[in-house]
T-cell receptor, first 117, second 109 residues
Framework: QVQLQESGPGLVKPSETLSLTCTVSGYSISGGYYWGWIRQPPGKGLEWIGS???????YYNPSLRSRVTILVDTSKNQFSLEVTSVTAADTAVYHCARDSGGLIEYWGQGTLITVSS | EIVLTQSPATLSLSPGERATLSCGASQSVSRNYLAWYQQKPGLAPRLLIY???SRATGIPDRFSGSGSGTDFTLTISRLEPEDFAVYYCQQYGSSPRLTFGGGTKVEIK
């Protein structure tokens, strides 16, 4: 069974960089599929951030592209997210997920990231 | 970029009733690559329907999807207590890879 687990600090200061890691178990990242990040501000809807293939090929949401980097570490079966210059608008639950041609079949439970001084 | 608009925002129904949720796209969804997800409070979304009308593994047959092009529908034939949740549509056929609708909350009347 594919499982994904997000990890990272729960609190980030405004203007700093948000960094999260997703650890995948039950499936090798190198085995195929894209791996992505999706966020959900409290009480609001879902927003796709971006996705990466094990080769490093990436897709990003155009609205976030200038501030987002997604990387993959196949040796650790992990992928990561960085969002620079964060503001309160970046406060959200961040989910990592397996992206099958854009279809999200497996989700991590999500981790709440709060941007506050 | 395709924009998905879900209606209604909130649907108030009783257990046993039929629920009809709509998802409209600003342009045609390529290959009808349209999915529906269910989300309960504090949990990650769960895939219900993909390719507009195919049920995901383990999804009860009271959930059905239909539609093509720009108009799609999720129908729950008879609401069970565990079906009260928020439902999102999502397209994955066009750039920028995937986008979500704003959601429909199905609440107990």
């Amino acid at each position: 069974q594919v499982q994904l687990q997000e990890s990272g600090p729960g609190l980030v200061k405004p203007s700093e960089t948000l960094s999260l890691t997703c650890t995948v178990s039950g499936y090798s990242i190198s085995g195929g599929y894209y791996w992505g990040w999706i966020r959900q501000p409290p009480g609001k809807g879902l927003e796709w951030i971006g996705s990466i293939y094990h080769s490093g090929d990436t897709y990003y949401n155009p609205s976030l592209r200038s501030r987002v980097t997604i990387l993959v570490d196949t040796s650790k079966n992990q992928f990561s997210l960085e969002v620079t210059s964060v503001t309160a608008a970046d406060t959200a639950v961040y989910h990592c997920a397996r992206d099958s041609g854009g279809l999200i079949e497996y989700w991590g439970q999500g981790t709440l990231i709060t941007v506050s001084s | 970029e395709i924009v998905l608009t879900q209606s209604p925002a909130t649907l108030s129904l009783s257990p046993g009733e039929r629920a009809t949720l709509s998802c409209g796209a600003s342009q045609s969804v390529s290959r009808n690559y349209l999915a529906w997800y269910q989300q309960k409070p504090g949990l990650a979304p769960r895939l219900l329907i993909y390719d507009a009308s195919s049920r995901a593994t383990g999804i009860p047959d009271r959930f059905s999807g239909s539609g093509s092009g720009t108009d799609f529908t999720l129908t729950i034939s008879r609401l069970e207590p565990e079906d009260f949740a928020v439902y999102y549509c999502q397209q994955y056929g066009s750039s920028p890879r995937l986008t979500f609708g704003g959601g429909t909350k199905v609440e107990i009347k």
